[in-house]
């Protein structure tokens, strides 16, 4: 087993300690410093930290490659170096004094956006699967039970909870990120999914809030309204907040927000939030028609190459916002997928070609920890950087994975995890469907493998 607390110390010293770090955080499988100076860490020593599967530089913040673990050393470094995420609050008031850009306000958009949905992964993952069991087990494949068995009734239930109630989670996770109290970021969730309100949008009803007309729109399994109505919530909170004597506070803050906020909720907030999913759903269904199999093909091929540069969160999010609001991933919105089974053809083709021994365990060592953890940086950052060619399958690999899943139209029902599990995902449609998805995964994979294990490498590059 792994030392984290060792991991930890060495990352803490290698980064120039507790003094030079702003502000540490981290993501699925990277801790991410915000630094004094940059300079400091030395990249080719923090590589040969055995834990560290990588680093990259992003403008404003080093990050470091862990792996699924690095939530393990993340806690150790925050006990070690006593640093850790700061609050929005503090954040707020240091982003203040910095010079805002279309970059730095595009940047905390997304960040914002992600932070809401990051903590998600779990649940979509439990609730993904619940839904798989049913698409394999249930009558659409091996008819175990029927649709009218309690068992299948059952992970219908799991499965809605999970994408139904998104609204209040998602509202959770904004408060937190926003600096206001968790429960009221849920609070206002529920308003959007009150059943009698629920119930006035599906008959047409009209409505209106202290006499201002509301448009009325079923909420449920959507992201984005919830967003914006929990931030519009969060200045007026923090504004009354301030100037709330402190013996009324506990009560009348939260009361007075509430009834402040609501009318800007429901008559603009939570419906623009719609428009904005609406439309993202509309361009993407646009570019996919316009561009067809191509468009997907590129997309794939080129996504490993935005996830580098952290460019990725510009389409992720959209696409999972669409996903949500309608339950299934066509065309660009998959694209993703297939170009990190030709990641894993990469690390395969890497780990069968090289003949150095410790870079051909390593090189499997990748290929393992992506197809059975999830985690692509070792071969991204560990192979393909130190091989430039490498790149290149894995933009092929990813091309003709994505063009195959765009001219057999196949569309994902469920969000797995990213290793081998993800074939799960094309269950909940066809048979047809499900074969296609496989194949184009394989054929990211095999391409990727492929194309590396004999144009990977240079001779002079093997020699060594």
């Known amino acids: 087993m792994a030392d984290y607390k060792q991991i930890a110390k060495r990352v803490l010293e290698a980064v120039g300690g507790s003094e030079n770090i702003e502000m540490v955080t981290h993501c699925m499988t990277r801790l991410r410093f915000n630094l004094k100076d940059d300079a400091i860490p030395n990249d080719d020593a923090i590589r040969a930290i055995d834990g560290v599967a990588g680093v990259a530089r992003n403008p404003g913040q080093y990050q470091i490659i862990i792996g699924t673990q690095v939530s393990k050393v993340y806690k150790e470094l925050c006990e070690i170096g006593n640093v850790g995420n700061k609050s929005?609050?503090?954040?707020?008031?240091?982003?203040?004094?910095?010079?805002?850009?279309?970059?730095?306000?595009?940047?905390?958009?997304?960040?914002?956006?992600?932070?809401?949905?990051?903590?998600?992964?779990?649940?979509?993952?439990?609730?993904?699967?619940?839904?798989?069991?049913n698409s394999v087990l249930g009558p659409d494949m091996l008819g175990l039970y029927g649709m009218e068995s309690n068992l299948y009734i059952l992970f219908d239930f799991l499965f809605d909870a999970g994408l139904y109630f998104m609204p209040i989670l998602v509202g959770f996770n904004a408060a937190k990120i926003l600096d206001i109290n968790q429960m009221l970021g849920a609070f206002i969730g529920c308003i959007l999914l009150v059943p009698d309100f629920a119930a006035l949008a599906e008959a047409g009803n009209s409505f209106t809030v202290f006499?201002?007309?509301?448009?009325?729109?079923?909420?449920g399994q959507t992201v984005i309204p919830v967003m914006i109505s929990v931030w519009v919530f969060s200045l007026i909170?923090?504004?009354?907040?301030?100037?709330?004597?402190?013996?009324?506070?506990?009560?009348?803050?939260?009361?007075?927000?509430?009834?402040?906020?609501?009318p800007f909720i429901l008559c603009f907030c939570a419906p623009l939030g719609t428009m904005i999913g609406n439309e993202?759903?509309?361009?993407?269904?646009?570019?996919?028609?316009?561009?067809?199999?191509?468009?997907?093909?590129?997309?794939?091929?080129?996504?490993?190459?935005?996830?580098?540069?952290?460019?990725?969160?510009?389409?992720?999010m959209p696409m999972m916002a669409s996903y949500f609001e309608t339950g299934v991933m066509t065309g660009p919105a998959q694209a993703g997928g297939f170009a990190t089974w030709a990641c894993f053809g990469v690390a395969l083709g890497a780990a069968l070609r090289l003949k150095n021994k410790k870079e051909k365990t390593s090189a499997f060592g990748a290929f393992v920890s992506g197809i059975v953890g999830t985690v692509t940086e070792p071969t991204l950052y560990g192979i393909c950087f130190?091989?430039?060619?490498?790149?290149?399958?894995?933009?092929?690999?990813?091309?003709?994975?994505g063009a195959y899943a765009g001219i057999t139209?196949?569309?994902t029902y469920v969000l797995s995890s990213g290793n081998f599990l993800s074939l799960l995902g094309y269950t909940g449609g066809t048979t047809a469907n499900l074969i296609n998805g496989v194949i184009a995964c394989l054929l990211s994979m095999v391409s990727a493998a492929v194309f590396t294990f004999i144009f990977g490498f240079s001779k002079e590059e093997l020699k060594k």
């Not at 009324?248 to 009834?259: D, H, Y």
């Open 88 to 133: 929005a609050a503090q954040e707020h008031k240091e982003d203040k004094k910095k010079k805002m850009t279309a970059k730095s306000v595009g940047n905390a958009v997304l960040n914002y956006m992600a932070g809401c949905m990051t903590p998600m992964i779990p649940v979509l993952l439990a609730a993904g699967l619940c839904r798989t069991l």
């Open 211 to 219: 006499g201002i007309p509301c448009t009325l729109t079923a909420y």
């Open 237 to 262: 909170y923090k504004i009354i907040q301030k100037i709330m004597p402190d013996l009324l506070t506990t009560i009348f803050t939260p009361f007075l927000s509430v009834i402040i906020s609501i």
């Open 280 to 316: 993202i759903g509309a361009g993407l269904a646009a570019f996919g028609q316009t561009t067809g199999f191509f468009g997907i093909a590129i997309i794939s091929a080129l996504w490993e190459f935005l996830v580098m540069t952290g460019m990725h969160l510009a389409l992720m």
């Open 386 to 401: 130190k091989y430039r060619r490498c790149f290149i399958g894995l933009f092929i690999g990813g091309f003709l994975g």
């Open 409 to 411: 139209n196949v569309c």
